[in-house]
T-cell receptor, first 117, second 113 residues
Framework: GAVVSQHPSWVICKSGTSVKIECRSLDFQATTMFWYRQFPKQSLMLMATSNEGSKATYEQGVEKDKFLINHASLTLSTLTVTSAHPEDSSFYIC?????????????FGSGTQLSVL | GESVGLHLPTLSVQEGDNSIINCAYSNSASDYFIWYKQESGKGPQFIIDIRSNMDKRQGQRVTVLLNKTVKHLSLQIAATQPGDSAVYFCAEGISGSARQLTFGSGTQLTVLP
């Protein structure tokens, strides 16, 4: 099956710093990727839809200046958590859909555990 | 839609027994359904999918049943093993739609020795 690579797997940073998370589709091209946030024992919470070559679409309540998304190529989307604070600590997951598929199957990255001190 | 802020329902089964995980979906227009498995600290993994023109589909040790009348989806795992312990999510979507999948709230499956 298709592989989505997400890096880093975990990151610890100081409050006020910025953290970049990468999501790559390794063997397919993805015009659309999705970013989620997940708290312990809870479901996936969609943050934004990343569109190649255009601006991301953010879900209600998600600050676009806080969570910067760039989708510069058909295989890479990045999420940058700017000026991170302890409340931003969470598990972040990306997913991608093979643009050749007519169905909605999503392939997920392995997730990034962010801890802000 | 997504169940933000809800804690996961749980299901405990004895090793070797069969597991049944249920999911109710909301959109009658959805014609494509997927089950994902998420182990602790990892991203969701695809298990099995089914289109609305089917009511049953089998994989290796897993079976998905779809009841469109009551908008209900279930995942059956045969001879449950310790490695099956994880959170299971169902997702619904519409073929050819630009909309992303809508995820259920998930079920925590624990396999007891």
């Amino acid at each position: 099956g298709a592989v989505v690579s997400q890096h880093p797997s975990w990151v610890i940073c100081k409050s006020g710093t910025s953290v970049k998370i990468e999501c790559r589709s390794l063997d397919f091209q993805a015009t659309t990727m999705f970013w989620y946030r997940q708290f312990p024992k809870q479901s996936l919470m969609l943050m934004a839809t990343s569109n190649e070559g255009s601006k991301a679409t953010y879900e209600q309540g998600v600050e676009k200046d806080k969570f910067l998304i760039n989708h510069a190529s058909l295989t890479l989307s990045t999420l940058t958590v700017t000026s991170a604070h302890p409340e931003d600590s969470s598990f972040y997951i990306c997913s991608a859909r093979d643009q050749r598929d007519v169905i909605e199957k999503l392939f997920f990255g392995s997730g990034t555990q962010l801890s802000v001190l | 839609g997504e169940s933000v802020g809800l804690h996961l329902p749980t299901l405990s089964v004895q090793e070797g027994d069969n597991s049944i995980i249920n999911c109710a979906y909301s959109n009658s227009a959805s014609d494509y359904f997927i089950w994902y498995k998420q182990e602790s600290g990892k991203g969701p993994q695809f298990i099995i999918d089914i289109r609305s023109n089917m009511d049953k589909r089998q994989g290796q040790r897993v079976t998905v049943l779809l009841n469109k009348t009551v908008k209900h989806l279930s995942l059956q795992i045969a001879a449950t093993q310790p490695g099956d312990s994880a959170v299971y999510f169902c997702a619904e979507g519409i073929s050819g739609s630009a909309r992303q999948l809508t995820f259920g709230s998930g079920t925590q499956l624990t396999v007891l020795p």
